[in-house]
């Protein structure tokens, strides 16, 4: 069971860099890590994925050790509205589906 | 960035009430899905759709639940005879391909609020 643990809350003040980390001790060979953002009253917004080494975006960045048993998601200089629940998934084949499984993420609170 | 559309934005029905919730996913994308978070809970997977029929569903997706593509471009949750416990936000959410490896797109949202 790809089951993943990533702390339930953060706080952080605006210009930081945050690094939110992520534990999938069971990940699959196959399996991709994938990082969303949800702000509240929205959907789930794709941030970025990964399979290892280091992935970058004009977002983020996703750090995937060689093990592959964790990975961290790097936001720099964060502003207030990078306020959301950010979710760490890995493939589940445990669960049955499909599809992806969502935990229950990361509280991120940006303050000024 | 292509959206995905999801209205109404709000409903609110009484218990026993039958509620469709409607979405337009990305116009390429050939794989469909509900999910619904209760407040302060999970976002939980209720259904996959593909090629007109149902490829995954989850234990809350029971005979009260059905999902349908009318046309090219809709993509439907109906909710037959709604309970208190239903109320939730659903998401609406495609993909090009399928998978957990796959980047899904969700739309904004029904909140449904059954009294």
């Known amino acids: 069971l790809a089951k993943t643990t990533q702390p339930i809350s953060m706080d952080s003040y605006e210009g930081q860099e945050v690094n939110i980390t992520c534990s999938h001790n069971n990940i699959a060979t196959n399996d991709y890590i994938t990082w969303y953002q949800q702000f509240p009253s929205q959907g789930p917004r794709f941030i970025i994925q990964?399979?290892?080494t280091k992935v970058t975006n004009e977002v983020a960045s996703l750090f995937i050790p060689a093990d592959r048993k964790s990975s961290t998601l790097s936001l720099p200089r964060v502003s207030l509205s990078d306020t959301a629940v950010y979710y760490c998934l890995v493939g589940d084949e445990n669960s049955g589906y499909s599809t992806l499984t969502f935990g229950k993420g990361t509280m991120l609170l940006v303050s000024p | 960035e292509p959206e995905v559309t999801q209205t109404p934005s709000h409903q609110v029905t009484q218990m026993g009430q039958e509620v469709i919730l409607r979405c337009v996913p990305i116009s390429n994308h050939l794989y469909f899905y509900w999910y619904r978070q209760i407040l302060g809970q999970k976002v939980e997977f209720l259904v996959s759709f593909y090629n007109n029929e149902i490829s995954e569903k989850s234990e809350i997706f029971d005979d009260q639940f059905s999902v349908e593509r009318p046309d090219g471009s809709n993509f439907t949750l109906k909710i037959r005879s709604t309970k208190l416990e239903d109320s939730a936000m659903y998401f609406c959410?495609?993909?090009?391909?399928?998978?957990?490896?796959?980047?899904?797109?969700f739309g904004s949202g029904t909140q449904l609020s059954v009294l």
């Open positions: 959410a495609s993909s090009e391909e399928p998978g957990t490896n796959e980047k899904l797109f």
């Open positions: 990964g399979y290892k």
